[in-house]
C-alpha cells in the first residue's frame, strides 16, 4: 500500500466516524456567525430610545435587574455600547437559573427579561461547543482534532498527480456539466481545497479552547520559545469583609476605567463573588469583536487595582503572542476581518457541513461502482469459463427418386 492509499483510507474511515458531529458543529458555526447582526435586526429591546449623557452606574443596574427577577443573583452587567441597552446577567453555579435583563442604562426602564435557556442563538451556541450532551465537549474537541487531521488529507489527496496546465486547472474548478457523480466529486475536492485555507484557523482556533496544550504550543511558537504564564486566581482582602465597600467600589472601579481611557465604547463588569472575590473589568473601543479588551482587576473593599502578567490583562502591556490569543474569538468567527472575514468564515462553516455529506455519497458511488465491475467482470469470467454448446446437425434434405 502506498502512501497516498494510506491517506485515502485514514481520510475515508476518519470521515465517516466523525461526520455527524462535523456536520452539527459546522452548521451551528454557519448560523451563529452573523448572531450580533441578526440579533441587532430582530430583537428591537437591544437598543435604547434616546441617547442620554449620564449612565446609572453598576450598583443601580444591579438593584433594577434583580428588582425584576427576584431571587436570582446578578453575576454580570454589560455596557456594550452607548446606543445599545445594558445587559445583566444572572447566573448559579449549580445552574438553577440562566437569565438575561435588558435595561435603559438612562431612564432606568426594564425593557426585556430573557430565559436564555429558550433562546436561539444560545441554545445553537451550546449545540456548538457541547452538542446539548454531558461529555459532548469531550467529543467535539476529538473530532475537531481528526477534522484538522483531514484538511490536511485532503490536499494531499487533492494535489494534482500530473503537471501538466491541463490536469491543474481541472483541480480548480467544478465541471457542471459532468454526471452527477464528478459533480458530487468536485464539490467535495475543489470546495473543500479552497474553504481548508480558512477552516484549518477555525479548526486551530477551536481547539485552543479545548486543549491547555494547544493554547501553550501555539504561545510557545509564536512568542519565539516563550512558556506561557497561567493566570493565577486574584483574591480580594478578606479580612475587611465585615466592611460592606462593595456598592460604592464597584461604581468607583468603573468610573475610573472609563476616566482613564477616553476610546472606550463599552464595558463589562464582573460583579465578585463570594467574601474574596474581585472586581473585573474589561473595556474595549470595538463592538462585537474582542481582541483589544482592556482587563483591570480591583479589590472589592479597598478599590486597590491588581496586576497581572498574562493576555487577560491591560492591552497596551500585552506581546505579539498574547495579543494573538486575544484574538482567538475573532479570528475563530472571522471578525478579525470583520464583515468581510465573517462572510469568509460562514461560506467556510458552511462548504465544511457539506463535507460530509458529499464525503459519504462519494463512498456511496464508489461502492456501487465497485459492485458493478465486479458483477460486469464476474459475467466476463463465466461467459469465458461456459463450456460450449454442441452444434446441431444440419439436416440434409432427401433425395428424390426418380
Given at each position: 500500500m502506498n502512501f497516498k492509499k494510506i491517506v485515502s483510507f485514514l481520510h475515508l474511515w476518519l470521515g465517516l466516524i466523525t461526520g455527524l458531529v462535523v456536520f452539527v458543529v459546522a452548521i451551528t458555526g454557519c448560523i451563529y456567525t452573523f448572531e450580533h447582526e441578526i440579533q441587532e435586526i430582530t430583537q428591537p429591546y437591544r437598543k435604547v430610545k434616546e441617547v442620554g449623557a449620564v449612565q446609572l452606574p453598576p450598583s443601580q443596574i444591579k438593584a433594577i435587574a434583580e428588582a425584576a427577577a427576584p431571587g436570582m443573583e446578578v453575576r454580570r452587567i454589560y455596557y456594550e455600547t452607548p446606543e445599545n441597552a445594558s445587559m445583566a446577567l444572572y447566573y448559579a453555579d449549580d445552574a438553577p437559573y440562566f437569565y438575561l435583563t435588558f435595561i435603559d442604562q438612562y431612564t432606568g426602564e426594564v425593557l426585556k427579561v430573557k430565559n436564555l435557556r429558550e433562546d436561539f442563538f444560545t441554545i445553537v451556541l451550546y449545540l456548538h461547543m457541547t452538542l446539548l450532551l454531558p461529555y459532548g465537549g469531550e467529543v467535539i474537541a476529538v473530532c475537531t482534532l481528526v477534522f484538522l487531521v483531514m484538511l490536511v488529507t485532503g490536499i494531499v489527496l487533492w494535489w494534482p498527480k500530473n503537471s501538466n496546465q491541463k490536469a491543474i486547472k481541472t483541480k480548480f474548478k467544478i465541471k457542471w456539466n459532468g454526471r452527477w457523480r464528478r459533480k458530487n466529486y468536485?464539490?467535495?475536492?475543489?470546495?473543500?481545497?479552497?474553504?481548508?485555507?480558512?477552516?484549518?484557523?477555525?479548526?486551530?482556533?477551536?481547539?485552543?479552547?479545548?486543549?491547555?496544550?494547544?493554547?501553550?504550543?501555539?504561545?510557545?511558537?509564536?512568542?519565539?520559545?516563550?512558556?506561557?504564564?497561567?493566570?493565577?486566581?486574584?483574591?480580594?482582602?478578606s479580612t475587611r469583609s465585615s466592611q460592606n465597600h462593595l456598592v460604592p467600589t464597584i461604581d468607583q472601579a468603573w468610573y475610573k476605567v472609563l476616566q482613564e481611557d477616553a476610546s472606550i465604547r463599552g464595558t463589562a463588569v464582573y460583579l465578585p463573588h463570594g467574601s474574596d472575590g474581585v472586581i473585573s473589568i474589561y473595556s474595549s473601543p470595538d463592538y462585537g469583536t474582542y481582541g483589544r479588551l482592556d482587563w483591570r482587576y480591583f479589590d472589592q473593599y479597598t478599590l486597590q487595582e491588581k496586576e497581572v502578567n498574562h493576555f487577560?490583562?491591560?492591552?497596551?502591556?500585552?506581546?505579539?503572542?498574547?495579543?494573538?490569543?486575544?484574538?482567538?474569538?475573532?479570528?475563530?468567527?472571522?471578525?478579525?476581518?470583520?464583515?468581510?472575514?465573517?462572510?469568509?468564515?460562514?461560506?467556510?462553516?458552511?462548504?465544511?457541513?457539506?463535507?460530509?455529506?458529499?464525503?459519504?455519497?462519494?463512498?456511496?458511488?464508489?461502492?456501487?461502482?465497485?459492485?458493478?465491475?465486479?458483477?460486469?467482470?464476474?459475467?466476463?469470467?463465466?461467459?469465458?469459463?461456459?463450456?460450449?454448446?454442441?452444434?446441431?446437425?444440419?439436416?440434409?434434405?432427401?433425395?428424390?427418386?426418380?
Open positions: 468536485d464539490l467535495h475536492s475543489v470546495l473543500g481545497f479552497y474553504a481548508s485555507w480558512i477552516l484549518v484557523f477555525i479548526a486551530i482556533t477551536g481547539l485552543v479552547w479545548s486543549y491547555s496544550w494547544v493554547e501553550s504550543s501555539l504561545y510557545y511558537v509564536l512568542s519565539g520559545g516563550e512558556q506561557l504564564i497561567e493566570q493565577t486566581p486574584l483574591s480580594s482582602d487577560r490583562g491591560r492591552h497596551a502591556n500585552t506581546t505579539f503572542a498574547q495579543k494573538v490569543l486575544k484574538m482567538n474569538y475573532d479570528i475563530h468567527t472571522g471578525g478579525v476581518l470583520g464583515l468581510t472575514g465573517k462572510f469568509l468564515a460562514f461560506f467556510a462553516s458552511l462548504i465544511a457541513a457539506s463535507l460530509p455529506v458529499t464525503g459519504v455519497l462519494l463512498y456511496i458511488g464508489r461502492k456501487k461502482a465497485f459492485k458493478q465491475e465486479n458483477k460486469t467482470a464476474v459475467n466476463k469470467s463465466n461467459a469465458r469459463h461456459k463450456p460450449k454448446a454442441k452444434a446441431k446437425p444440419v439436416l440434409q434434405p432427401k433425395k428424390i427418386l426418380t
